[in-house]
């Protein structure tokens, strides 16, 4: 069964699922897995007939503790500001950094089909006095906590220590500030220039009421309150977060022991490992998720996170690999499975389901999108760097029908992103120049052999269909009838056209071309050097 299906069948009674982010700075691909991970989960209960919300939060009032993305001026002000009180650094486009940061990300969940029944942000709901009963338990429970932290996570925090973070009625910091006594109206708090080495307090004292947005609690027992205020019942976590002693550990121990509600289900989650390395937030390796979204349309972006198990970590490694035509491939296998063609290969278990949940629309017909023709990523990419070709003129003769709305919509949304793909991760094998006027100097290099191959190669396909699979027939066929091994097969092609010794999969290449063009290319290059 497929794995959002079976937390679906094991679930009882309407759920919650939730999921959050603290807006710290540009976000990483990686970081979508949540995200897909979630609305995977709402849909197979959905599809269950399980009543669920799906609720999308922002942990805006954490501070500021990234500088990369900050001007040195700004940097000395806001570090340890909540970052719903941070200026937009792009500007005045939104009203803080918390808020571009997060509205950056979150534009990108609805072309993705993610559409979260409930956005809220946190300094909102501080803001509004929904925090304010957690607050006062937490407060009243500090032993409690305190001791929570030493036998789940065996971190010791100072006797008179509070779990609450106040914004510093002086300097508006928030990171700085530790609370360390508590009268059951107000606290007594003190904004420290040495509490943390990431941002310096002002030295300010004093006491104040933490209620309606004037203070946060950290974030494990924040966690532990936002699942008993919104009745959370699923809520999928990181990895980093899952380990033993770990946040999570240490937030469901508060729920129990401090809120007295049993948390929510867990689905841990692993990484996207991009090109072998950890993607993460703050470090900036990667690509973002706004960039990676041009090159990777929608359907096939929720695949790449949707088919494994959660708990398998993600190796994606773009740059300079086919990684983005196999994820493609692999979306149209499914497809044509889905479909009732015949595919080759193994399919993962309940291929049709993974196929459905890759859709953007989650009410669309599955049937049809399957049937929808689906031109094959590098067959487009070749394509697209071959000058004098109507492209839509040669997909529509190789489906041998017109398009319908929705596969003209397929074509362009993969057009662009192989032209994006041949501007930014292509391998330099996947660019080509096919040179057109003259036979390029480097077929000096073919040998008597490979020249037999391109005349005969010239002749067999002379008739028959001209397309990429029967040409590419036709060359093993070929080269076999001569015993001459493929390899060099290839690269006698590739040498007559691109004056190269490499180049994408020749069959398609060929029938990309003008076929005169290139019987008489063949043919000249298989004459050249008979007079040596
Ligand atoms: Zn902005
Ligand atoms: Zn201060």
Not at 87 to 109: E, I, K, M, Q
Request: hydrophobic content about 40%; charged content about 25%; aromatic content about 8%.
């Amino acid at each position: 069964m497929f794995w959002a299906d079976e937390i679906a069948a094991s679930s009882v009674g309407p759920q919650v699922v939730n999921d959050s982010k603290t807006p710290s700075g540009t976000v990483h691909v990686g970081s979508l897995r949540g995200p897909v991970v979630v609305d995977t989960i709402a849909r197979a209960l959905r599809d269950a007939q399980v009543p669920v919300e799906l609720r999308y939060g922002v942990d805006d009032m954490d501070p500021m503790d990234a500088q990369a993305l900050l001007t040195p001026d700004a940097i000395e002000r806001s570090m340890g500001v909540p970052l719903s009180h941070v200026p937009d650094p792009a500007g005045d486009c939104h009203p803080s950094y918390a808020r571009h940061f997060a509205l950056v990300f979150v534009d990108t969940f609805d072309g993705l089909g993610i559409r979260p029944d409930t956005y809220y942000w946190m300094s909102e709901i501080y803001g509004s006095g929904a925090m304010d009963r957690y607050i006062r338990s937490a407060l009243d429970a500090a032993a409690t906590i305190r001791e929570i932290y030493v036998r789940v996570a065996k971190v010791r925090h100072p006797a008179d220590w509070h779990p609450l973070f106040v914004v510093c009625e002086n300097c508006g910091r928030i990171g700085t500030t530790i609370v360390t006594g508590w009268d059951g109206e107000r606290v007594h708090y003190e904004c420290r220039p040495d509490l943390v080495t990431w941002a310096a307090g002002c030295g300010h004292a004093g006491d104040v009421s933490p209620f309606g947005g004037r203070a946060k609690l950290p974030y494990n027992v924040d966690w532990a309150a936002k699942w008993d205020l919104f009745g959370v019942t699923i809520e999928p976590a990181g990895k980093d977060l899952s380990t033993a002693g770990g946040s999570r550990d240490r937030s469901d121990a508060i729920a129990r022991e401090v809120f007295g509600n049993e948390p929510p289900r867990n689905v841990p989650y692993e990484f996207l490992n991009l090109g072998g390395r950890k993607m993460s937030t703050s470090k900036g390796v990667g690509a973002s998720a706004q960039q990676i979204v041009e090159v990777i349309p929608p359907e096939q972006l929720r695949l790449l996170f949707l088919r494994p198990k959660p708990n398998t970590a993600i190796e994606f490694d773009p740059d300079g690999t086919d990684a983005i035509p196999r994820l493609f491939d692999e979306s149209d296998r499914l497809a044509a499975a889905t479909a009732g063609r015949e595919v080759r290969g193994e399919l993962p278990p309940d291929h049709e389901r993974v196929f459905a949940m890759s859709l953007v629309d989650p009410d669309g017909d599955v049937a049809a999108q399957a049937a929808a023709y689906r031109p094959a990523f590098s067959h487009l990419a070749l394509l697209e760097q071959i000058p004098g070709i109507d492209v839509l003129e040669r997909v529509m003769a190789e489906k041998a029908e017109p398009l319908t709305p929705r596969e003209l919509e397929i074509l362009g949304e993969r057009r662009s992103a192989a032209r994006a793909w041949l501007d930014t991760y292509a391998p330099e094998r996947a660019r080509l120049t096919v040179q057109h006027d003259a036979l390029p100097p480097a077929a000096a290099a073919l040998d008597e052999s490979q020249r037999a191959f391109l005349a005969a190669l010239a002749s067999g396909v002379e008739a028959g269909d001209w397309d990429g699979e029967t040409v590419q027939t036709a060359i093993f066929a070929t080269a076999s009838a001569l015993d001459l091994p493929a390899g060099r097969a290839f690269i006698a092609i590739y040498l007559a056209l691109l004056g190269r010794p490499s180049g994408p999969r020749a069959g398609w290449l060929l029938a990309a071309l003008d076929r005169e063009f290139v019987i008489g290319r063949l043919r000249e290059a298989a004459g050249v050097g008979v007079q040596a």
